[in-house]
Nanobody, 121 residues
Framework: QVQLVESGGGMVQPGGSLSLSCAAS????????MGWYRQAPGKQRELVAV???????NYADSVKGRFTISRDNAKNTVNLQMNSLKPEDTAVYYC???????????????WGQGTQVTVSS
């Protein structure tokens, strides 16, 4: 089993900043991609940002220039720094990781439990 535990989130006014963190633990041989997705009420889950184990990143157009994803491979953690937040960024944010399990070398893809981000005045 591979578990992802998220922290951060909360409520902030438009224009404010928040930081999300996610730590992976369990039977991990290697984590390839880590990322953040979000789901707003009544909408499908969408990609926010992803980062590979060599640091290549990809962002949704809606967050480019405002959000920054980073990771610490040694600690199996991924962070999302969110600046200039807008009301439309309000959603539940989910951490995601995919890689290989230790022992079996079988692939895994795991999700965190989600953390609420609310941008409102």
């Amino acid at each position: 089993q591979v578990q992802l535990v998220e922290s951060g989130g909360g409520m902030v006014q438009p224009g404010g900043s928040l930081s999300l963190s996610c730590a992976a633990s369990g039977s991990i041989l290697r984590i390839n991609g880590m990322g953040w997705y979000r789901q707003a009420p009544g909408k499908q889950r969408e990609l926010v940002a992803v980062i590979t184990n060599v640091g290549s990143t990809n962002y949704a157009d809606s967050v480019k220039g405002r959000f920054t994803i980073s990771r610490d491979n040694a600690k199996n953690t991924v962070n999302l720094q969110m600046n200039s937040l807008k009301p439309e960024d309000t959603a539940v944010y989910y951490c995601n990781a995919e890689g290989l399990r230790s022992g079996t070398w079988r692939p895994f893809r795991s999700w965190g439990q989600g953390t609420q981000v609310t941008v409102s005045s």
